[in-house]
């Protein structure tokens, strides 16, 4: 018997009924990457794009906000 913190769950959130059918999802996504059908990562995005969207997003202390740009950021 295995058990996890949590259940695992299909692309649609929702957790699978038992152990044969998360293995029959696995399956299944195994044979969409093999047959070049795998769902693709997110679109690339570049560093500074990318810490600008990270440091709107972010929730610090206000002193921690103003310390970034010190650092060189």
Request: glycine share 10%; charged share 25%; net charge negative.
């Amino acid at each position: 018997m295995k058990l996890y913190a949590s259940a695992s769950k299909n692309l649609d959130g929702v957790p699978f009924a038992d152990e044969d059918e998360a293995f029959t999802f696995g399956l299944g996504r195994e044979s969409d990457v093999r047959d070049c059908r795998g769902q693709r990562g997110a679109a690339p995005i570049n560093m500074a794009d990318y810490c600008d969207l990270w440091f709107k997003g972010v929730s610090l202390r206000s002193n921690s906000m103003s310390s970034y740009p010190s650092c060189g950021l």
